[in-house]
């Protein structure tokens, strides 16, 4: 499920919480990685006193994303464009430092990484240093949102650059916008540069007999199981790498492609531009049962949308990292004008309109799917879910 053991921070009042990086200072004290283990197993000196949190998120994620080259090129190539001489540049969210000696090769004045954890601060000084750009870059051991300009430990002046790569699977699940906003609005020159310029959340519904084997049961031996639907979690989005599969690898149909249902301009939008709700009419392409809405993204590095980085199962078919670090996430799909002791399939006809309301949490980092026919074209159930619908599943209430 989206991560409900992340840290958050309640945020400006009324603003719902935000997104915490793992091992943030401004969360409180973490635990040590060597209380992860039983007192008796062997931890490394090198990791023993660092934070639980950073050492299972570097090992999680962070060596994927490091080792993802053609991400590594997206921003290089978008640093190279924008920096100029002379040029004060932001990089919030460092981590290793990688994407802060990207822009200091790039040939500004000067760059401030801004990193939340003090062990990945101190690490990332260490590889500073080691690549010979220490006298380029200032590791800011903060959230973003603590630093200030003109301040101690903070900026001399305003940013000229801004760059940022803090995307999670969801396009803006560790709160990118809120941040973002928030050093547009304090720490920004007004022309500055913001790297990525924009992203898109897209939602595909799909068929997938493999998904359907390891969400749904079925038969076996003559034994009636699909009762045990019932506990089918329908509400939450999954992460495929939770699953433990690369869609890219999986077989699937396409039953509506490519939706739109959050569109992001890093320059001017700040959470309130997303709403808490919206309806959008989706036309089926194929025939087909919906098992499943398929979430992915895309961001730009430049307000012209030229250069392009994406999570597209296509995308990442010949790229394991980024299917590792990322991938896609998943909500499953039942037809909800239609309430029974069971999830009903939606099973639909190419051509039929689809009504999809997207909910987006308090901090529009998460969303969730409610998807039914439009016009209640699912009130015979009989009709439309055939053989897929068990008789150990009753109708309640159809509308």
Known sequence: TMSSEADY???????GPVWLPPGADAAGEDA???????EHFWVPDRIADKSASVVEAVNDFH???INDRPRNHFYRQALERAVKKGDTVLEIGTGSGLLAMLAARAGPEHVYAVEANGNMAELAEQLIKSNGLDSKITVINALSTEVDVGQPDGLPKKADVLVSEILGTLLLGESALAFVSDCRKRLLTPDATIIPAAGVQFVSLIESADIKSITSASNWGGINLEGFD??????????????????SSVPYKTIASRIPVAEVDFYTDDRDSLPETRRITVTAEADGTVHAAMLYWEVYADRERKEVMSTDPEATRDNFPRD?????????????SVIGTCPVPLVVKKGDELEMLVRFSRDKAV????????GGAAADPAADVGAEFSAACSIVDSS
């Open 9 to 15: 921070d309640e945020g400006e009042e009324g603003s």
């Open 32 to 38: 040590p990685f060597c209380n992860s283990l039983e």
């Open 63 to 65: 060596f994927a994303m």
């Open 230 to 247: 019932a506990l089918q979690d329908t509400c939450n989005v999954v992460f495929t790498k939770q699953y433990g599969f690369r869609l």
């Open 324 to 336: 590792m670090q990322w991938g896609q996430a998943l909500q499953l799909v039942e037809d909800t």
């Open 367 to 374: 969303m969730q799917f409610e998807i039914s026919k439009k």
